[in-house]
């Protein structure tokens, strides 16, 4: 199987995770892709795979030198976005793309002029949906980039390797795919996320990230005797979200700008429920973020009585640079890997997080390279097939200059 014969038959798995469950993985259809994973990794001649309860999948691609060290790691998740649908994904190949508007389907169409970054792929052979899903991309081209990649090494055993580890987790998406990731079990002394966005991407900055739940009460009274008496929830709400730095939000921020993000409000005249999230790359600027949004709180209960307004905040991840700064010869490994690739490498910030922020600060240090998907968790997204091949050629590399 090939690589991308490999990647859309991994697409035809809805692994959509859910920020509303409280089990693990989130749902229960992600294991149906996990296990045949599992069987996949079996079958290709990887050694110790393992499958948890929890979903978590390791292997390994035992070393053909003797004495080799450091043992490394690679490591992707297998959910995909609750913000579009992952079911019944149609991916067509268009190829040597010509630069111009792609009819998804009737009335959807992925143009140039709205996403720039297809231009970037003109030539190429690019695989896109149907408009009415996802791809998937982000991030089963991870997956199957890492497992072409130990079936290139098994195959090419004149490429001298140490020890790789590999694994595959669920509820990334949701923010809780390294939580119950075993790094003691994973062996490794540092690893990659095979997670980025398009050619180059190489990124060990990241947000720190929290979320903030917000819950207003209200007092509903027949409207027409309301004065003095109702204290509508809808309203307080809409009060809230005013007192919130209307530039700070992710459509008028870029770079290293933070920002406030109204995920969704569920409200009547009695109760309002807000779902925020928090993010910014500085710690200080993210704590006092953090802090002013309890202000907020405090000026809707002075106003209106206290206990009007609650709020509940979760610290989710921290900027994952501290944790690599003291041991950068990690990022150098890919910076020489892309460039005996012919990869231009892109080091930027992350606006956003992956598992490896998490796992750093378990004590595995772990940047994250290019899968190539572009214009994730939505239906225009798109990845270029040879854009997979350089990732799993950069993996490969990364694995022979570590053994040198």
Known sequence: MNLTERFIKYTQFDTQSSEESQTVPS???????????????????????EMDANGYIYATLKANIDNATPTIGFISHYDTSPDCSGANIKPRIIKEYDGKDILLSEGI???????????????????VTDGTTLLGADDKAGIAEIVQAMCYLRDHPEIKHGEIRVAFNPDEEIGMGAHHFDVEK?????????????????????????SAKVTLHGVSVHPGYAKGKMLNANRLAAEFASMLPQKETPESTEGYEGFYHLLGINSNIEKAQMAYIIRDHDREIFEARKAFMGQCVDRINEKYGEGTCELVLNDQYYNMKEQIDPCKHVVDLVLQAMEQCDVKPRVQPIRGGTDGAQLSFKGLPCPNIFAGGVNFHGPYEFVSIQVMEKAMQVIVKICELTAI
């Open 27 to 49: 749902t229960s259809k992600q294991l149906v892709f996990a296990q045949y994973l599992k069987t996949e990794l079996e079958s290709e001649g990887l050694a110790d795979v």
């Open 109 to 127: 169409v992925s143009s140039p002029v709205k996403f720039p970054e297809l231009l970037h792929h003109i030539g190429e052979d690019i695989i």
């Open 186 to 210: 994973f062996g490794c002394q540092w690893a990659y996320t095979i997670d980025g966005g398009d050619l180059g991407e190489l990124e060990y900055e990241n947000f720190n990230a929290a």
